[in-house]
C-alpha cells in the first residue's frame, strides 16, 4: 500500500467542496476526514451543501455543519430544499443548482456519494458532481443501507480514535430526527470505520472511490 498525503505544508491554502443529498449524508460519508482535514491544514475553506432538507432536517444539518466545521478558516453552509427522494424527477432545477455551484467554489478537493449509491438521490449528485466539474479531485464516499450497496473502495483515510468518536458523537446528538431508524445507530457507524479501518491496516477508517487521480 503506498500512502499519499493531501498538501505537504499545514499552511497550504485548501478548498473543500462538500455534497450531500440529505441533511447527514456528508457526516456520515466522510465527516471524519473533514475533521482530520481541518486539523492538519491551518488555511481550510468549505463550502459544505445539503440539496435536499427542510423544516427540522435543516436545523439538524445547520448544527451539525457548524459543529464540523468549527475549525474551519472559511465556512459556506448551503441548504437547499430539493424534495427527498424525488432528485431525478426535479433534475433540471438541481442542476441549474450545480451550475450555480461552479462559479461560486473552485475546490482541490470535492466529497460526494458513491455514483453506483442506489438511493435515487445519492446517485444524482454524484453523476451532478462528475457532469458539472470535470477538472477536480473527486472522492465518492459510502454510506451503509438497507439496499446493500457497499462497493470495493479504493482509496482510505486513517482517522484517530477521538476523530472517530467526534464524528459519532456529533451524528448521534444532531441528529435526533433520526434517532427512531434501525441503522441510526453508533455502533453501525463504528462498525463501518472498523472495517475500513482493517483493510487499510489501522484502527479506523473512512473509505471512499477515487476514479481519476494525478501525480
Not at 472495517?195 to 477515487?210: D, K, N, P
Request: proline share 3%.
Amino acid at each position: 500500500m503506498l500512502p499519499l498525503t493531501f498538501a505537504g505544508d499545514r499552511h497550504h491554502p485548501l478548498n473543500l467542496l462538500c455534497l450531500g443529498a440529505h441533511s447527514d449524508d456528508i457526516e456520515i460519508g466522510c465527516g471524519g476526514t473533514v475533521l482530520r482535514l481541518l486539523s492538519e491544514f491551518d488555511e481550510t475553506s468549505v463550502c459544505w451543501v445539503v440539496l435536499g432538507s427542510g423544516g427540522r432536517r435543516e436545523e439538524e444539518a445547520v448544527q451539525s455543519a457548524e459543529r464540523f466545521l468549527a475549525g474551519a478558516k472559511k465556512k459556506e453552509i448551503l441548504v437547499a430544499q430539493f424534495r427527498d427522494g424525488f432528485f431525478p424527477y426535479d433534475g433540471e432545477r438541481i442542476k441549474e443548482f450545480f451550475e450555480g455551484l461552479k462559479v461560486k467554489t473552485s475546490p482541490e478537493i470535492i466529497f460526494a456519494p458513491y455514483r453506483h449509491d442506489l438511493h435515487q438521490d445519492h446517485r444524482l449528485v454524484s453523476e451532478l458532481t462528475w457532469n458539472t466539474f470535470r477538472n477536480h479531485l473527486i472522492l465518492e464516499y459510502e454510506i451503509a443501507k438497507y439496499d446493500g450497496d457497499l462497493g470495493s473502495p479504493n482509496l482510505f483515510v486513517r482517522l484517530d480514535d477521538a476523530t472517530c468518536q467526534q464524528k459519532v458523537t456529533t451524528l448521534m446528538q444532531c441528529f435526533q430526527s433520526q434517532q427512531h431508524r434501525d441503522w441510526f445507530t453508533a455502533d453501525a457507524f463504528f462498525a463501518l470505520l472498523r472495517l475500513r479501518g482493517i483493510e487499510s491496516r489501522a484502527r479506523y477508517a473512512e473509505a471512499f472511490h477515487c476514479r481519476k487521480v494525478t501525480v
